[in-house]
């Protein structure tokens, strides 16, 4: 006996899960159920909504998850009120959960001037009460209590309403045991022609947060189960030699932010490729689910420092979404009240939920509007940085799949800032980037609203003074001197030349000369160069140097390299980031005043990939910028597209 359900969700997700669900209810029950998978992501033609209209009109039962956006609302509402099928919607647009007809029970926009009856104040307690990070728990537990009482009232109506809360259960515990008994409930009981012919089991709970490895036969629920796992297989549990976190074998650890649906789903190819990318860098790479849009319990419980494991010294946020309250529900203010207390540098690693991963690497924009506002906008306000897309469905599979470019380059970045963090001060080589725009007209050490030589020995000074390996110049005179003149004509260049790159060394170095000769002619090109190396402009400064950028590339129109979707960076651009991030090995970069072109060179508008130029140009080299505070738009490019931290100086009283 053939049934026809229809899925529609934002990302599929589930999608993997869902078959093999129906897989095991055939095998199980006799009961053949054809699925209809829509993913809203991948919904861009009038097409996709007349085939998901002919389905929809077809089906026995309608389910769905996390439909927002206006160009996907609109269409589904259109479809969905139309349909005879009992119609379920969760956890989306509320239009679209006012779709939600079972039986006798029909969801509509509320009336505040009706008198609530028993189910109305039953709803009314599923409303947030409070902004405490309980209130999800809250919420759950009363579905839990309700989803029991109500499974055993007879009356049509309530048992439509206990079918949409139950649903919430078995879709938040969403192994495809769980997926199938929700199919068996919806059959059972909107189904005629099975009214009450199937036994429904209970949703399999599993717990609220834990820890996860792909290695691992189950999430582990607390620590001590998890460090004896890692003790088994001969693995350090205590932390980095001589470092801030003990005295263990590990380079360090990084807290790893998930989901528990994604780790039930089985649909943890990304996730588990990040992990085992960390773990090649000699880090250990902590992860921990939440079942619910507030991440703190799992931080408190995982990564904090009273935990009995050393507290992480990176954090890791692999949904995209804001670390308190998700994207409909954000409260920046409480996540930096937590993100303070744990004090660590916190990334951004974005799935892809509206694009294909074959449509964003061929989109020049990159992401599509509304990701970059849920999954890199948003969490910014919580102050996270360095955004990466490391994984997404493809056009040929269901489940989603790493992007190994990017998360190979994102692994080498975390492994330098954990190394930073555990390095001591005096051990550290830090490279400071001035700016000279534009080009040739002696602007070399110029910045928006910053008296740059004088903030610069001042920062210098002070870094001498906290521990790190400085030799400081007379005053801010004598270290202009040295940085625009010393040698710079002898080399005819714009300043001191520091160091040489042979061309040969940059061509081992550097990968993706070839493109660059293609639009630059061969290396070493004309710019910085005597013809056999590369000129490194700047000047040492103990364990500290401070280069100076290289120009653009076009010296009548310095603009008209970033306006160009052909162009690439010149020879001598590259020589200099290569030299910084693999020669001079600096353990981080500044970038020094507003601003400079790296954020600015070819490549998507947000989204980067591992092919962007401004990805191969920073290596991996942890990069902190000091912006000026009056101008966020081109800060949050050097955020978005440069993988920079942003330290903010004030704009002048005059």
Known sequence: MDLHFVYITMDGLHNAALREAADMLYKEQGIRVRLSLYVTAAMREAADWERFERDAQTADFIFGCMVFGEEHVRPAVRILQAVDAPVLMITSNPAVIYCTKLGRFVLKQPDNDEEPGLIKKWMQKMRPKKNGKAEGHRQTAF??????????????????????????????????????????????????????????????????????????????????????????????????????????????????????????????????????????????????????????????????????????????????????????????????????????????MVPLSFQRIEDWRKDEMGLMPMQAAMNIALPE???????????????????????????????????????????????????????????????????????????????????????????????????????????????????????????????????WYEEIEELWGYAPGELLTDGRNFHILGAHFGNLFVGIQPSFGYERDPMRLLMGKDASPHHGFAAFYTWLDQVYAADAVIHFGTHGALEFMPGKQVGVSADCWPTRLIGSLPNFYYYCVNNPSEGSIAKRRGAATLISYMVPPL
């Open 143 to 348: 579905l839990k209590n309700l989803t029991k009482l109500m499974k055993y009232v007879p009356s049509k109506l309530v048992r439509g309403l206990h079918t949409f809360i139950a649903s919430h259960d078995y879709w938040l515990h969403s192994t495809p045991e769980n997926l199938k008994r929700m199919m068996c409930l919806f059959i059972d009981r909107h189904v005629e022609r099975f009214n009450g012919r199937l036994s429904v089991g209970d949703p399999i709970p599993y717990p609220d947060s834990a820890l996860y490895h792909p290695d691992a036969a189950e999430p582990f629920p607390d620590l001590e189960s998890y460090r004896r796992w890692r003790q088994a297989k001969g693995l350090p549990v205590s932390g980095h030699t001589g470092g801030p976190n003990g005295n263990g074998a590990w380079k360090g650890s990084i807290g790893l932010l998930t989901m528990r649906a994604i780790l039930l789903t089985g649909n943890t190819a990304h996730i588990d490729t990040m992990i085992r990318s960390i773990e090649a860098q000699g880090i250990e790479a902590r992860a921990a689910y939440s079942s619910m849009m507030d991440f703190r319990p799992a931080i408190d419980g995982y990564f904090g420092k009273g935990t009995d494991l050393p507290a992480v010294d990176l954090l890791l946020n692999t949904i995209g979404f804001p670390l308190v309250g998700g994207p409909a529900g954000a409260r920046p203010e409480e996540a930096i009240v937590k993100l303070k207390d744990l004090d660590v540098a916190y990334f951004d």
């Open 381 to 511: 306000l919580d102050g996270i940085a360095e955004p990466v897309i490391f994984g997404g469905p493809t056009m040929t599979q269901e489940k989603v799949v790493a992007n190994t470019a990017e998360l190979d380059n994102a692994a080498r970045r975390i492994a330098k800032r954990v190394s930073l963090r555990h390095k001591q001060n005096r051990d550290k080589k830090i490279a400071i980037v001035l700016f000279n725009f534009p080009p040739n007209l002696g602007n070399v050490g110029t910045a928006a609203f910053l008296d740059v030589f004088n903030s610069l020995y001042r920062l210098l000074v002070e870094m001498r003074d906290a521990g790190y390996q400085v030799e400081i110049p007379a005053d801010a005179d004598e270290l202009r001197t040295r940085l625009i003149e010393g040698n710079a004509m002898r080399y005819g260049t714009d300043g001191n030349v520091a160091d040489q790159l042979s061309v040969e060394e940059y061509r081992e170095r550097f990968q």
